[in-house]
Nanobody, 127 residues
């Protein structure tokens, strides 16, 4: 089974940007849908963005919008990315990447749509 490792989180100020990475252990990653979610203590894990196996289809949560969040992937590196600009304290969360091997279907927006999850990377935004 593919393993996923997130990186790139950290402590930043409002208005800063971060590029989160999700590195997969297997080349099969290139055939999988990839999604990003985030979670704060006491709340449900929230969908952020998703991208199809070939990068041709992207999907974003209405609550985050494409203006600040950009999902991408480099299958040659078995890596996916989430670029986040103009960070706000409300963006503070643990960010998770996940994959879905049933890539014939529309990239999902719920946790149950995904099969494998990374350990998460912490993003903390101060005022």
């Amino acid at each position: 089974q593919v393993q996923l490792v997130e990186s790139g989180g950290g402590l930043v100020q409002s208005g800063d940007s971060l590029r989160l990475s999700c590195t997969a252990s297997e080349r099969s990653f290139r055939t999988y849908t990839m999604g990003w979610f985030r979670q704060v203590p006491g709340k449900e894990r929230e969908f952020v963005a998703a991208i199809s196996w070939n990068g041709e289809i992207t999907r974003y949560a209405d609550s985050v919008k494409e203006a600040r969040f950009t999902i991408s992937r480099d299958n040659a590196k078995n890596t996916g990315y989430l670029q986040v600009n103009s960070l706000e304290p409300e963006d503070t969360a643990v960010y998770y990447c996940a994959t879905d091997n049933r890539s014939w279907r529309r990239p999902g927006s719920t946790m149950s749509d995904y099969d494998v999850w990374g350990q998460g990377t912490q993003v903390t935004v101060t005022v």
